[in-house]
């Protein structure tokens, strides 16, 4: 009996909080409104974009907006809906009672439903229900017969089909017969065919493969009737008559038809063999893959098609390659390949000498073979048909090989499908579960070579006797097709005129259920006459042999050789055997054997294996007392039965392991009746059980040993767990039942409660039948040949003597066993504790004492040796845990299960001290040896323990402990006891409910096992258990889990009780916080302005919205939320502050640390909230900030991620790197170390560099990489629409009730706060954790609670803004104004009455609002900067709600207040209009820098302004990458602090405003404040942000560091730290002071390692003319793009930007860099002129520019080149060839905080053509001279300039050069000069030209010999030809007449220049 209770499936182990049963408790959700997710369409919005940017580009329409029409605007927008009663002054307590009332109702019961369950391979306590034994199937195929055609159709054709297995050799099916002939056919052999049975006109088949391989093949053998003519002559006709020619032959076809008709007649009832052909399985079940459904397979052997093997083959191997080939069978699947129909359109004919199955497997290995022997054989053409398919599930019309029907069978007269007996290849491990007695007879050759007489065409009669006399012939074999069910005879088939014949027949017989002595099969040989001759007879009786059935009691299969006898056999023959020498009996050939047969059984009644007979023998004859028994040769007395029995039982580990699994139900329950009861042998009772428990133990490993596949998660291996499960039961004590034996646990009635049946495959007409048939009788409803059986005679005699208990024998021998038996047993300990606990759960079931009361079940003894037992295992589970690992898991959860089981059964204190006692040990070890094995070990077990259903029962939830002293919570009994704070007692036992105290662990057992595991492995000391994270929050995870979901539970109340039950984890979490996965990282990172420190700026929506360029980059976000620096909090003790010093173990993976406060919400939901209450007053102000920054932590960790979010991750670029890559780092991250710190780090770098990944935004991304508890969705790759839909409403839910159960905990910390002495302090966190969450995602429902929770605190307490830091009051600004500018209209609404009360609460406080109208100011610059998706239109709403508000405000009308609003309210909206500006800008990065540094500008006077918006800036520019620029906004950020700090404190280490930033850039003194509307730093509310101290400074410029150091300047860097250094140093701060050297280290090694890699920009200079372009129109600009950009690709970017906006055909690029004249250009269109520049520096400039740094940083001017002639072409020859160098001046350097500058002077040098040539030698002498003494030496770059010098072919060469203005001396003097200096240029050139060819020489090889001389001849003749050009000297220059002036004068002297401004 599979025995099942009550409430079974809600323990863990069989609730797993699977898929769909989530979806289940997930129905009905409420949708959550987010605002992330109600962002407009990116398309709609994209048209918008569209229309603005058409209008016009003017940036100074209104330079900052006229007040008029502000206002005018202001005034005519709608409000959005007040509040009521906001204004009303009510009490506090009224309004948090409201407030609490609101975010009660409807709130959602099941937090684990919203939180996808676990990531888990199977969880441990997950025991699989074992499947019930059924009958064994391999794959199955189904074939079906369609049709047979041949050319000609003469007589009938007999069909079979069968598998074979070449490699093995082996036949692998039985045959099945059709039968395709047409009806009339059929009616040839009408006199020999009684009416054919339903079951013999099958045309389909399924076939069952166990072992599929590349081997099997399908072989079709056809038959026809016997006539005269070996098999050649009969075949003929079918080779040479075509269908076609039907009409010509008709006359032979007539005669032939004639013939056959005769034989019909007369031979009907001979076959003889015809054809056969054979289909290579594997080719169809693969090609049918790859062709279309349905195909024909042509198949055919003739030549012109190559054989079908090879065509077949080619598309299989087509296919193949395209899938990686497995080895081996498994890619022999037939399970799911597409159905195909086959013709076979080729037979080959059967040889008459080639019958053998032998010679059948050579030519099935022949024809795999591309040049088979077979081809070459003239084949039968004819057209068999046939479908194959894989079988489907449960095919009706179905006939077991034993002829029985298989439901469904709806109509029996319906032509069935049979299934075809498989005979497996190999083994097959499977128990017997029907009853099935086959024999098959393979006749296989005969030799009457040697016999006398004639005996030619010679048939084999086969039938099965049960007696000696014809008539006593059984109607047990099988017809074939079209036929009778069952025949008495079946014959072979005949070979013509052969007289040692081969034969290929099978003779099918239904076995007798019991045989006796006198079954036989007897063969009888004929010869049979083919001619009808006068007086011959049909047949000829020529032989006789005989098999007896039973050899000693055995049944006989196998191989026989027999004799044969001329005669019949005399009288009682059957007994012997024919190989015995009968007296008087003639034998042929002397009686040697002359006939092979072979003898196949398969049968679940006889077991074919010695030892397990003799077992059964015995056991049997035990049972009937009969005694002597025969065994074999032996013959047993009851003397020394037992001795025999014993020896029986130990020899059964001697069986093959085959038959002991056929037989294995049986063998057990015959095990455990020995044992139970034990025999009584001539009046002894002989205890059996130790001997039976050896056994067993065997059985059982070996089982387990051979059989490892089939073995479930906890090595149990399945065959034995169904056994348990479903097979075993107690045998019954109760005498009057029937034996044992045949009540078996299947069929027996007095079974309980009915019979219980297996679920074989609906087998109709099986009952299934009892597995212990024996040998000679049983019981079965299926077979009238076997008798029930009467009860045996000493039932009595059992009762009286009394029998064991399994369980208890069973322990006892357990306990006492040693060696190798007790190894044995622990290998496999789960079956005996298994069998252990189903024995016990019977005989209480029995014994009826399932009511009775748990103490008295169980005697004292068998009590003691469950102890001993569970303390040896416990003992071997400790000691040998790190040899035998694998063994020790299996043992311990053996025993865990063990456990759980007794706790259903046995006295709960008991099984308790058991569990006490197995801790213990493994403790006092843990003690000596910190092992995380060990430990992990213990955490299996307590997993599977706890997974009891009733384990809150169990843990004694009704605890004394609570403080409501009744046990339920009345009004009455909570109210007396919180009045006010009660006695010391009484807090006492609040800590002890909070805490893993003593009296906890005693009363709630198991709940303080699991929480005293948790907070070990959770000890940061604790490192070695780090692995175990996971591992132990999954088990609290688990159980929460499961009781949130149980119904039992579903009770608020009840809930709140089993919730105490774990009230210490909050306790446990907050230890653990420093370790969890720091989600808020994310948010500091990417700008959400998560950091501790409470952020400035930074929106819930960008980072979800916008593909690409969401509008904050990390640098700014860090620097606007000031995580650089800990600023100095009022809170001291902040785990976040100090973040990096205590977050080394960081070690919780975001998985587990997700869970773990999933948990801890989950506990505080449900606990009651006055004993919360109590608890918090009692903690301490430093453990209180700890829990709120935990809050903070839940906070990021449920954060709402935006449906976008769900789409994009189901995207699949970003997925598989993504999560593999965030796997890795879990994997590595999950080890302490250095690797982890590696990772960390280069998070870090990876977090800071958004390029190098192909998806869009990054920043959107990257926050959620560490959320890998998303990780199930990278395995299953695309979801549904409706599935991302449904997932992200499950998280908006999840993120709603998260945020919810945070907001009721901080409502509860301030109502204890209140009262506290420290409350500054702690309402401080509350209200960072208020304002975090305001920063996250949330939904409106959420946020509307929460607003109506900080209006409440700022009214309870409007010091905590006002009068501390300004901190949370611009933070608070910040969020309240972000949710102003929401799309949705309740969170608007809500938040501008927070605003307006803010402001009111400001007034009333100190009559002047300054401090938060500052800080509204510049948050929304702030916001306007910052976010991109902002809505103007929404804010403007919100303003005129505030406005609303305030005139409607009757209390404050007499007062300034409103006007003051009024005043602030249009300045917002004036900033507002800038804004709408930068929108129109979105998408020309340009254009919108250059808005908002005007914007910036226009805040000159207003220090905190201008400091956001170079924030802003710089945020722009880091998301573009722009890292140099960015840089440059946090320098020119710092120099503004640094004025103003100056002005307010005078310290000397500190920067003395911007003067000191000189030399980081040329750019910074526009940040002095030195105009005379300058504001003084001391007023209120001025210079009063974070950023104006010291440490806002130092976060400023370590930031402007980073920057340049991801931009690659490291010298600037080094110009930071020189401005950082004095400060620390005054600071005496010497961990800051390292961490800076060891930066500069890196940045000075990075200039030395990347000297001669290093890039920084390129520069192009960009003209716009045309009105199209506005205020750009004629306006140049110098450009600055990243390093190596084309001129191609800005050309392209500008014009494809533009094109966009005016439209493709109205934008042109001007394609040379001449003067543009705007005359000559069409007015129409805009022109757009880019020209390559590099930068310039004079002479004396290039003495202090040496690096490669140095010429690119703080460049002004830039300088082009362009070629003309003076007729107007750019190029002519040399003499007329001049140059146009074009000199432009910037008006600031570049890097500066913009990426484009305005040129301001521009100056232009024309070179002549001397001049020019003078340039070109120098070039050229300067590239040979670097070649020459380039290091290391470069050939290839030497041999290249070489050859550009010397070789003579070089058109315009250096000698045409010198030809051209050295021949002569120039007429006009001011030419000497210049000819000198190109003389003396060549002089120069020759002498390089020389030194690199030495140089050359030696760096060539063999191979270059004749290279390097035509080189060296090549600079011999040049050198010639220059010879007389170089030495001729102008006289006139050594004349010392001429002053001579400097170079730079001459040289200006002598140039044409123009200037032009």
């Not at 497997?361 to 398919?389: E, G, H, N």
């Not at 009861?677 to 002989?686: F, N, W």
């Not at 009540?743 to 299934?768: D, E, F, I, Q, W």
Request: hydrophobic share 35%; proline share 5%.
């Amino acid at each position: 009996m599979a025995c099942s209770f009550r409430y079974h499936k809600l323990g863990t182990g069989f609730n797993p909080n699977t898929l769909d049963k989530q979806k289940e408790r997930q129905k009905g959700l409420p949708k959550q409104v987010f605002e992330a997710d109600e962002m407009p369409d990116s398309s709609s919005y994209q048209d918008d974009q569209d229309d603005l940017k058409r209008r016009s580009m003017s940036i100074d329409d209104t330079p900052r907006g006229s007040w008029a029409c502000s206002i005018f605007d202001l005034k005519n927008s709608l409000p959005d809906a007040l509040l009521p009663h906001l204004l009303d002054r009510a009490p506090n307590e009224e309004i948090d009672r409201h407030n609490e009332d609101q975010r009660k109702a409807n709130r959602h019961r099941e937090l684990f439903a919203l939180h996808p369950a676990l990531d888990e391979e199977e969880p441990v306590e997950r025991h699989c229900v074992p499947e019930v034994p059924k009958e064994h199937f391999g794959q199955r195929l189904l074939v079906k017969c369609l049709s047979l055609k041949f050319e000609i159709e003469i007589e009938p054709i007999f069909a079979s089909l069968a598998l074979y297995d070449v490699k093995e050799k082996k036949k692998i099916s039985e045959n099945f017969f059709f039968d395709l002939n047409s009806e009339q056919t059929k009616a040839m052999l009408r006199p020999h065919i009684q009416t054919a049975a339903i079951s013999t006109l099958a045309r389909s088949a399924i076939f069952s493969i166990t072992y599929p391989s590349q081997d099997v093949f399908l072989v079709i053998k056809l038959e026809k009737v016997l006539q005269q003519g070996d098999i050649g002559e009969c075949a003929e006709p079918y080779m040479v008559f075509k269908e076609s020619d039907a009409a010509k032959n008709k006359e032979k076809l007539e005669k032939l038809r004639g013939q056959s008709e005769q034989f019909c007649q007369r031979l009907g009832r001979y076959r003889m063999p015809f054809a056969w052909t054979a289909i290579h399985l594997m080719n169809i079940v693969n090609s049918a893959g790859s062709l279309e459904r349905d195909t024909e397979l042509e198949m055919s052997l003739s030549e012109r098609k190559g054989s079908w093997s090879e065509r077949r083959n080619s598309s299989i191997m087509g296919r193949r390659s395209l899938e990686r080939t497995t080895s081996g069978d498994e890619s022999c699947s037939l399970t799911g390949f597409r159905p195909a129909t086959l013709t076979i359109t080729n037979f080959f004919k059967q040889e008459g000498d080639r019958l053998s199955d032998e010679d059948l497997y050579k030519f099935l290995a022949d024809m795999r073979r591309p040049s088979s022997v077979l081809r070459r054989l003239r084949p039968i053409t004819a057209q068999l048909k046939l479908d194959i398919s894989p079988a489907p599930e449960n095919p009706h019309y179905c006939l077991t090989p034993d002829l029985l029907q298989v439901k469904p069978y709806p109509d029996s007269r319906v032509r069935p499908t049979r299934e075809i007996l498989e005979f497996p290849a190999r083994d097959v491990y499977v128990p017997n579960t029907i009853y099935r007695n086959l024999l098959y007879v393979n006749p296989q050759s005969l030799n009457f070579a040697n016999r006398q007489g004639s005996a030619r065409n010679i048939t084999v009669k086969v039938q099965f006797m049960n007696g000696e006399d014809p008539s006593n012939a059984m109607p047990v074999i099988f017809g074939k097709s079209s036929c009778a069910d069952f025949y008495k005879e079946a014959y072979t088939a005949v070979v013509y005129h052969n007289r040692s014949p081969d034969f290929h027949d099978e003779i099918k017989i239904k076995l007798p259920a019991s045989l006796s002595d006198h079954h036989h099969i007897l063969f009888t040989f004929y010869h049979v006459s083919c001619q009808q001759k006068q007086n011959t007879p049909l047949e000829t009786p020529v032989g006789y042999t005989w098999i007896p059935m039973l050899q000693n009691g055995r049944l006989r299969t196998g191989h026989f050789c027999l004799p044969v006898s001329l005669e019949k056999p005399p009288q009682s023959y059957s007994v012997l055997s024919p190989d015995v020498p009968l007296p008087g009996m003639k034998w042929v050939d002397n009686h040697r054997g002359v006939f092979n047969v072979e003898v196949v059984a398969v049968s679940t009644i006889h077991t074919q294996d010695q030892y397990l007979d003799k077992f059964f023998a015995l056991v049997h004859a035990l049972d009937e007392h009969m005694f002597p028994v025969r065994i074999g040769d032996m013959r047993i007395m009851e003397n020394n039965l037992e001795t025999e029995l014993k020896s029986s039982i130990a020899a059964l580990n001697s069986s093959q392991l085959e038959p002991i699994v056929r037989f294995l139900h049986l063998l057990l329950d015959k095990l455990v009746l020995l044992v139970v009861r034990p025999p009584v042998i001539a009046g002894q009772i002989v205890n059996l059980g130790q001997a039976c428990f050896e056994v067993m133990a065997s059985i059982v490993n070996r089982l387990h040993k051979y059989l490892d596949t089939n073995q479930d998660m906890h090595g149990r291996n399945s065959l034995l767990s169904s056994y348990i499960h479903y097979v075993f039961r107690l045998p019954s004590t109760d005498p009057n039942s029937p034996s044992p034996d045949t009540n078996s646990s299947l069929t027996g009635p007095g079974g309980l409660g009915g019979s219980v049946h297996y679920a074989t495959m609906a087998r109709s007409a099986v009952r299934p039948a009892s597995l212990n048939l024996n040998r000679s009788r049983s019981l079965s409803n299926s077979n009238p040949d076997i008798s029930g059986t009467p009860t045996s005679p000493d039932d009595e005699v059992r009762s009286i003597i009394g029998s064991k208990l399994f369980h208890e024998e069973l322990a006892l021998q357990w306990v006492v066993s040693s060696g190798s038996v007790r190894e044995g047993a622990l290998q496999q300990a789960w079956f005996f504790f298994e069998l252990m606990v189903k024995s016990i759960i019977h005989h209480l079931y029995f014994t009826d004492r399932l009511e009775s009361p748990r103490k008295n079940r169980f005697p004292e003894r068998f009590m003691d040796d469950i102890t001993a037992l569970v303390s040896t295992i416990a003992g071997d589970i400790v000691s040998r845990f790190q040899k035998d690992l694998e063994l020790v898991e299996r043992l311990n959860m053996s025993l865990a299960f063990f456990l759980n089981d007794l706790l259903s059964v046995m006295d709960r204190g008991f099984v308790f001290s058991l569990i006490r006692a197995y801790w213990k040990q493994v403790s006092t070890k843990l003690y000596a040896l910190q092992n995380p094995t060990l430990e992990s070990l213990r955490l299996d077990f307590l997993r599977i323990v706890c997974s009891h259903e009733h384990y809150v029962t169990l843990n004694l939830p009704c605890s004394l402990l609570t403080p409501p002293a009744s046990p339920s919570p009345s009004v009455s009994s909570a109210t007396s006891q919180s009045s006010g704070f009660s006695t010391h007692v009484q807090d006492q036992k609040i800590a002890n409910m909070f805490e893993l105290s003593v009296p906890f662990r005693e009363q709630h057992y198991l709940a303080g096992l699991v929480l005293s595991e948790l907070s070990v492995i959770l000890d940061p000391d604790n490192e070695g258990m780090f692995g175990l994270h996971k591992k132990v929050v999954s088990v609290v995870h688990n159980l929460l889990s499961s009781h949130d979901s149980d119904p039992r539970y579903a009770d608020p109340e009840v809930k709140a009780r089993v919730a105490m039950l774990y009230l210490p984890l909050i306790s446990i979490v907050m230890e653990a916080l420093p370790q969890l996965h720091d989600f808020t990282e994310s948010h500091n990172q990417w700008g959400r302005p998560g950091g501790p420190q409470g952020a400035a700026v930074g929106t819930s929506g960008e980072e979800t919205e916008g593909e690409g360029n969401s509008m904050i980059s990390q640098t700014v976000a860090m620097a606007i939320a000031g995580t650089s620096t800990a600023s100095p909090m009022s809170r001291p003790s902040s785990f976040l502050l100090n973040s990096q010093a205590s977050r080394q173990h960081g070690s919780f993976s975001a998985e587990s640390s997700r869970s773990l406060l999933i948990c801890l919400l989950w506990v505080l939901k449900n606990a009651d909230e006055l004993v919360l209450q109590k608890w918090f007053t009692d903690l301490s102000v430093s453990q209180l900030n700890r829990l709120l920054d935990l809050l903070y932590l839940c906070v990021s960790c449920f954060e709402y991620k935006g449906k976008k979010a769900f789409e994009r991750m189901n995207s699949l670029t970003f997925k598989k790197s993504k999560d593999m890559k965030a796997k890795l780092e879990e994997a590595i991250l999950g080890s302490i170390g250095a690797r982890q710190e590696m990772v960390r780090r280069s998070r870090g770098q990876l977090e800071r560099s958004p390029s190098g990944s192909a998806f869009g935004s990054q920043e959107n991304l990257r926050w959620r990489k560490d959320m890998t508890h998303w990780r199930q969705n990278s395995e299953k790759m695309d979801k549904t629409r409706a599935e991302l839909e449904h997932e992200a409403l499950i998280d908006g839910n999840l993120a709603t009730e998260a945020n919810l159960i945070i907001l009721d905990t901080l409502e509860i910390i301030v109502q204890t706060a209140s009262v506290t002495e420290s409350k500054e302090s702690i309402l401080g966190g509350v209200l960072k954790v208020l304002l975090h969450s305001m920063a996250c995602n949330q939904s409106a429902l959420y946020l509307q609670h929460c607003f109506a929770t900080q209006r409440a605190l700022v009214s309870k307490f409007p010091e905590l803004l006002f009068e501390e830091e300004t901190e949370q009051c611009a933070d608070l600004c910040l969020r309240l104004l972000r949710s102003c500018s929401s799309s949705i209209s309740t969170i608007r609404s809500h938040a501008s009455a927070s605003l307006y009360l803010l402001m009111r609460q400001n007034f009333e406080i100190g009559n002047n609002f300054a401090r938060v109208k500052m800080q509204v100011t510049m948050s929304l610059s702030s916001l306007v900067g910052t976010s991109q998706n902002f809505n103007e239109e929404f804010l403007r709403r919100s303003l005129k709600t505030i406005l609303t508000y305030a005139e409607e405000d009757l209390e404050l009308r007499e007062t300034t207040f409103p006007d003051q609003v009024q005043d602030l309210v249009f300045n917002l909206h004036m900033i507002l209009s800038d804004t709408v500006k930068m929108k129109e800008h979105q998408e020309d990065p340009e254009m919108l820098i250059d808005l908002m540094y005007r914007i910036a500008k226009g805040y000159q006077t207003s220090p905190d302004l201008r400091l956001t918006w170079l924030q802003n800036m710089a945020g722009k520019h880091s998301e573009r990458n722009n890292h140099a620029e960015a840089a440059q906004c946090l320098v020119h950020s710092a120099a503004l602090v640094a004025e103003y700090l100056s002005m307010l404190e005078d310290r000397k280490y500190l920067p003395v405003g911007c003067v000191t930033f000189q030399n980081i850039s040329s750019n910074v003194l526009e940040e002095s404040a030195v105009s005379d509307d300058v504001v003084s730093p001391d007023e209120e509310g001025i210079c009063s942000g974070k950023y104006f101290t010291e440490i806002g400074l130092v976060g400023l410029l370590e930031q402007a560091a980073a920057s340049f150091s991801m931009a690659g300047m490291y010298e600037a860097v080094n110009e930071v730290y020189k401005v950082l250094i004095p400060i620390h140093e005054a600071n005496r701060d010497a961990k800051k002071l390292a961490t800076i050297h060891g930066k500069l280290q890196e940045a000075f090694g990075k200039i030395v390692h990347q000297d001669g890699k290093r890039m920084f920009g390129t520069y192009f200079r960009v003209g716009f003319y045309g009105t199209k372009f506005g205020d750009l129109d004629e306006q140049e600009f110098v450009y600055k793009e990243p390093a190596i950009t084309k001129l191609a690709e800005i050309s392209h970017r500008l014009e494809g930007f533009y094109g966009e906006r005016f439209g493709e055909d109205q934008v042109e690029v001007i394609k040379d860099s001449n003067p543009v004249d705007k005359c000559k250009l069409d007015p129409n269109k805009a022109f757009i002129q880019i020209t390559y520049v590099e930068p310039y520096f004079d002479t004396y400039e290039m003495k202090d520019r040496i690096t490669y740094f140095d010429k690119n940083y703080n460049l002004r001017r830039f300088v082009y080149c362009t070629p003309f002639t003076l007729d107007g072409r750019a190029h002519g020859d040399l003499h007329e060839q001049f140059k146009r160098k074009t000199i432009l001046t910037t008006s600031h350097a570049f890097p500066y905080i913009k990426t484009r500058i305005n040129i301001i002077h521009k100056e232009e040098i024309i070179s002549t053509p001397i001049e020019v040539a003078i340039e070109d030698m120098q070039k050229k002498t300067q590239e040979l001279a670097f070649a020459t003494h380039q290091d290391p030496a470069d050939a290839k770059m030497l041999q290249m300039v070489l050859q550009g010098s010397v070789g003579t072919t070089v058109n315009q060469g250096p000698l045409e050069v010198a030809q051209v203005f050295l021949s002569e001396i120039p007429s006009d003097p001011k030419l000497y000069r210049h000819h000198n200096k190109l003389r003396l240029c060549f002089k120069d050139f020759t002498k390089r030209c020389e030194d690199a060819l030495r140089k050359n020489k030696s760096l060539i090889g063999p191979d270059q010999k004749e290279y390097q001389r035509e080189l060296e001849r090549n600079y011999h003749r040049l050198k010639e030809a220059l010879q007389p050009l170089i030495n001729r000297k102008i006289p006139q220059l050594y004349k010392p007449v001429l002053q001579v002036n400097s170079h730079r004068d001459s040289f200006s002297r002598m140039s044409l220049r123009k200037l032009d401004i």
